[in-house]
């Protein structure tokens, strides 16, 4: 049923709360997991009086790229430690965007990620990942709430 299935992570302990899920789910079915992380142009505010910003610097993004790169690896090897086929891939820009990309790419049967129930203002001020890819997406999908801590 599910081959290969599709992980977005962003570096967090909220997101990391969906590896129970497809570590089992990928055990039962031999399935493959893909591990995703998105890199986004962050705009720095020049502290101006005037409404301006920079793009971040070139060294800074490609640093951040090494760091998502360094975090994947770690959880690959404690996913292929248990058995389980892992690839990983990290991919610049918006997460919702990048998410959809690389399920229709590495034909995903399953996204899996962990939403992390933002409300109020945080929701208005960063979104939902997991609301924008629901909206958008044409494949199953397997969404979890992550709590805090």
Do not use: W
């Amino acid at each position: 049923m599910y081959n290969t299935i599709l992980v977005p992570l962003d570096g967090s302990k909220r997101a990391e709360a969906i590896l129970s899920h497809v570590e089992e789910l990928a055990g039962k079915l031999g399935a493959k997991i893909i591990l995703l992380t998105c890199v986004e142009q962050k705009l720095v505010y020049t502290g101006d009086l005037e409404i301006s910003a920079v793009v971040q610097k070139d060294t800074d993004m490609t640093q951040q790229i090494k760091t998502a790169e360094s975090y994947l690896k770690e959880v690959e090897a404690k996913l292929e430690k248990k058995g389980i086929g892992v690839s990983t891939t990290v991919m610049q820009g918006p997460p919702v965007e990048a998410i959809i990309a690389v399920a229709g790419k590495e034909n995903a049967d399953l996204i899996a990620l962990a939403s992390h129930g933002r409300s109020g203002l945080g929701r208005v001020f960063y979104g939902s990942v997991a609301a924008g890819v629901l909206q958008r997406v044409d494949r199953p999908l397997l969404i979890i709430r992550a709590s805090a801590g």
